[in-house]
Every structure is written in structure tokens, then in C-alpha cells.
């Protein structure tokens, strides 16, 4: 099994950072959906641009490089030991060479191991089977989709559709809710994965393995099928759209498998995948480990690059660019939907630094300042300086405790993350006159390369990706999602799917 390592460190670059065709398939066929001109037409302009320079530059597609986990199935009397730590090897390159973040953090200490290795990382199954071939297949699903997987245990009641009973009309309910509940913060348009029945474990393992099935395929279960083809049609009315922005396109695929279940539970599980969809597999020669052929590629699929047009008459988009410090007249002056492109300083922050925030004074000075919600991939060459090796906006609503308490104490401008944030931020904009800016999430090599130096780091003990990046950038462009006079383009696209969502309370499946 001399091959084997490589092959596998082959199999995590190529899942990071070349998008299976089936799932460009899909990304291609939602953008002819968008009306040109959209603001969905062009997060899926910088989205099929992305996937283009992630292939190029052999970097991840987005840097949140997810939870490695493999499902291998292996012939009788092949040593299942040596695969493992074949694995783990190979994990430890791909982090070494950029190919994946750090990812594995300490749940107690908030330490991160710095490797992707450590207490249930990666995640490994293995099966046997009856064939000659190893089989490796690996999905890699970043932690902002992953918080928006969803478990219904029925009969319950759910906002917009009313009661939900045991049968299959209730589980076309749960799978449309939970398409609502993702909103933009998933990184829509998605893809679902679902599982019926078992119990919460293995219900929620169902649901993840549905994500290895092709997009393109037809359920064997001819009322899944029918499910899936509705839940398809309907999902994609809710307006939720890329981002969240609204748009026709919300969901890419879904994928339904069933398991029996015990008489006291009815569990539907959901397993949301943001439209960075990285999962591929190899069958590999069990003697020496080298790849046979790959699961997940069918034929070569280019991205539709054709630009989305200006916008349409009628929809005027301004465009302002900004550089810190940033006035309260500049940010007054910003309304939704303008487009803003940032040149300058920026910092980095999620989690850890906003708590340590929310208690001790800031490294550098923020007054008029912009914080991009980002965990960066960062590599140091030889000369010990660092570089942006992907880098698009986390989920900000995990900030919503903190962000307007850190608004007012530092004076912080802008806000860039991705997938909105809820009241108490909306208020704080409007109070201390600040803005926040929606950036296209996963797009991590189209905002890397605006990222143009790193002028430095503080709090690298919180790991690489919650450490605070001040950075130079040029160019970087996102839309203002949120402004200083109480509009938010997320409470009102929440509003108006909820409402769609209620169309549907109806029994469609008898
Ligand atoms: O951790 C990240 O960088 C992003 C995360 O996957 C998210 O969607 O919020
Ligand atoms: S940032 Fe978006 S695209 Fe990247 S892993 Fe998170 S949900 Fe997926």
C-alpha cells in the first residue's frame, strides 16, 4: 500500500478545492435561473467565479474546509489500522500545505490542535464488502451549514404549516421548514440531505449520507421520488435565494432515505450542505493503494462565467467605496442594496474575539474601523510572513449577543460577515451609526485575492481562524444588507418565505 497516502492527501485537494460536476451542474443551472441584474444573479457570478480560481490555484473553495469525514469500505482481510492512519498522515499534509483549515478545536479549552487531528477528528466509518476495490469517499461540510441541520421529532407543530403528524405529509413539512429555518446562513442555495426514522444518532447519520448520493439521480422509493421532486418544486417558490438575498433559487438538491424507526419515535433529520458541496470518493487498488478512478466525475463540467448584466432599468444599484476610518456621514448616507467596495484596513473576528472583546480593550484602534466576521486559511513562507490562502465572511449571526455592545464600545463602522443579523444588532446600526455588509459566503479565493497584505496578528492563541487578521484590501466588494435606518433585507426576505412557507400548509401526500 505504498500509494495509499498519497491517494488519500490527492482525495482531500481535489474535495476542497475542485467542485464535483454534478453539483456545477447545479450551481451553472441556478444562475441561468436568476434574472440577470439580480442581487442573486451576482452572488452566483462570484460564486461560479470562485469555483474557477479554486481550481486554478489548487486552494479550498471555501476556508471553513469543514469536518473531514470518510466513509470507507474495505474487501475482507484489508487492515482497516493502516487506512486510519494512512488518513490521519495525509490530513496532517493538507493542513500543512493550505489544503484545509485547522478545524479541530478543544470543546473545553477552545485550544486548537493546529492539525486536524485530535478526540473524534477526522471522522472515519468503515464497512466491508464484498468487492476487490477499497472505496474512500469524503465530505468535507463546513460548521456554518452543519448549525443549520435540523431534527424534528414528530407529531409537532411548526410555524407557517400548522400540525405535523407521523406519515409522509408531515415529513414534506419538516423538509420544507427546515429550507426556511436555513434562511441565507447556510450559504443557500443548498443542498438537503434526510433522513426518516431511526433514532436522533443514527436519523441524523441517514440524513448526512443521503449528501453522497449524485444530485442528478432518481430515488429507487417511488413516493421519495415523487417527495424529493416536490420538495424541489416548492422550496424553490419560498424566495428565499442565494445568500438569502431573494431569487428563485434556494435549494439544489435533495435527497430523501428512510430507516424504521422505534413505535415511540418519529424522527425527521435534515442535513443542510451550503452550495460549496465538497465530496468526492476513489476506488483504490487494495494492493498498493493507488486510485483506480474517481466516484464523483462523470465528465468535466466548465462554470458558466458569462457576468451578470448591470442592473435592469428601474433597479438602480449604487456603488460606494469605502476606506477606514469610515465617517457616521459615509455610513448614514448607505442604504440596502448598495454595493460597497472597501479599500484598506480591515480586522478579522468571530467568536473568540468578540467575547474576549465584550470584557478587555482592543490591540489596535477600531474607532471608524471594519471587522470582517472571517476565519481565514493563512500560510507562512519561509520568511516568516503570512498569506491569505482563502478567505470569505463566517456566519455573523453567532455574534448577534455581542456585536451591538461591541459596535458602541469601540466604534466600529461596518460589519462584514455573511447570512445577516437579528434585532438588537439593527438597533445598534441605527444608535451608533454603523452599517453591515453581506459578503458572498464560501467565495473564499475570490475575496482572498483582494486581501492583499497582512500587516499582522493578534490573539493567535485562539487559532488561526478566531485570531484578529488586520489586513490591507483592495476592492473588496460586498452589499450592504442592513443600514443605519432600520432596514434589513434578512427580516424582510424571513417575512415574506414565511408567508410563501404557509401556502403550503395543505396536504399534499395522503
Ligand atoms: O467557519 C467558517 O469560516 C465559516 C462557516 O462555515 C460558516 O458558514 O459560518
Ligand atoms: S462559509 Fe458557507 S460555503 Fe463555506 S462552509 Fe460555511 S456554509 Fe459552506
Given amino acids: 500500500m505504498e500509494n495509499l497516502k498519497q491517494s488519500i492527501l490527492e482525495l482531500i485537494t481535489d474535495t476542497s478545492t475542485n467542485l464535483p460536476p454534478d453539483v456545477r451542474r447545479a450551481v451553472n443551472a441556478a444562475k441561468v435561473k436568476e434574472d440577470l441584474g439580480t442581487r442573486a444573479a451576482i452572488s452566483l457570478s462570484t460564486i461560479t467565479q470562485n469555483v474557477v480560481m479554486a481550481e486554478e490555484n489548487v486552494s479550498p473553495i471555501c476556508q471553513d474546509t469543514g469536518m473531514p469525514t470518510f466513509e470507507v469500505k474495505t474487501p475482507v482481510g484489508v487492515n482497516q489500522i493502516i487506512i486510519k492512519k494512512a488518513i490521519k498522515e495525509a490530513i496532517v499534509e493538507a493542513t500543512k500545505t493550505g489544503k484545509l483549515r485547522s478545524n479541530s478545536v478543544d470543546s473545553l479549552t477552545g485550544a486548537n490542535s493546529g492539525d486536524n487531528l485530535g478526540p473524534g477528528t477526522p471522522v472515519i466509518h468503515f464497512e466491508q464488502w464484498e468487492e476487490d476495490d477499497i472505496e474512500i469517499k469524503l465530505i468535507l461540510k463546513g460548521g456554518g451549514c452543519e448549525n443549520k441541520n435540523i431534527q424534528y421529532s414528530l407529531p409537532c407543530e411548526l410555524e407557517g404549516l400548522g400540525k405535523v403528524g407521523r406519515n409522509l405529509d408531515g415529513v414534506r413539512k419538516c423538509i420544507l421548514h427546515a429550507v426556511y429555518q436555513a434562511q441565507g446562513q447556510g450559504c443557500s442555495a443548498g443542498f438537503i440531505g434526510v433522513g426518516i426514522g431511526g433514532d436522533r444518532t443514527s436519523g441524523y447519520a441517514l440524513a448526512k449520507h443521503q449528501l453522497f448520493r449524485h444530485v442528478d439521480d432518481v430515488n429507487p422509493n417511488a413516493d421519495l421520488a415523487k417527495l424529493e421532486d416536490y420538495i424541489m418544486e416548492t422550496a424553490n417558490q419560498l424566495g428565499i435565494g442565494t445568500m438569502g438575498f431573494g431569487g428563485n433559487s434556494t435549494l439544489l438538491g435533495c435527497k430523501v432515505g428512510v430507516e424504521n424507526r422505534l413505535p415511540a419515535s418519529f424522527f425527521v433529520s ?18 498498493t493503494g493507488e486510485i483506480k478512478r474517481y466516484l464523483y466525475k462523470d465528465e468535466k463540467v466548465d462554470m458558466d462565467l458569462t457576468p451578470a448584466a448591470a442592473a435592469e432599468a428601474g433597479e438602480t444599484r449604487r456603488e460606494v467605496v469605502l476606506e477606514a476610518p469610515i465617517t457616521e456621514e459615509q455610513i448614514r448616507s448607505l442604504k440596502v442594496g448598495d454595493v460597497v467596495i472597501i479599500n484598506g484596513e480591515m480586522h478579522t473576528g468571530r467568536d473568540a474575539l468578540h467575547s474576549y472583546l465584550m470584557e478587555n480593550d482592543c490591540p489596535v484602534d477600531m474607532n471608524g474601523g471594519i471587522i470582517y466576521h472571517c476565519g481565514p486559511v493563512m500560510l507562512r513562507d519561509e520568511a516568516g510572513e503570512w498569506h491569505v490562502k482563502a478567505a470569505g465572511p463566517t456566519t455573523s449571526i453567532r455574534e448577534e449577543p455581542y456585536q ?35 459578503a458572498i459566503g464560501g467565495a473564499a479565493q475570490y475575496y482572498a485575492e483582494c486581501l492583499e497584505k497582512v500587516e499582522g496578528v493578534d490573539f493567535m492563541e485562539f487559532g488561526v481562524p478566531e485570531a484578529m487578521w488586520h489586513l490591507r484590501v483592495k476592492g473588496f466588494a460586498a452589499i450592504v444588507t442592513m443600514d443605519s435606518h432600520g432596514n434589513s433585507l434578512h427580516a424582510d426576505v424571513e417575512k415574506s418565505s414565511l408567508e410563501r412557507l404557509a401556502q403550503f400548509a395543505e396536504p399534499v401526500f395522503k
Avoid at 435534515?270 to 494492493?287: D, H, I, K
Avoid at 458602541?408 to 439593527?426: D, E
Fill in 270 to 287: 435534515v442535513a443542510y450542505n451550503c452550495w460549496a458541496f465538497r465530496r468526492q470518493g476513489v476506488r483504490l487498488n487494495p494492493e
Fill in 404 to 438: 451591538g455592545d461591541i459596535i458602541k464600545k469601540f466604534g466600529i463602522r461596518a460589519v462584514i460577515g455573511k447570512g445577516g443579523m437579528g434585532a438588537k444588532t439593527l438597533k445598534a446600526l441605527g444608535e451608533h451609526g454603523a452599517v453591515y455588509l453581506n
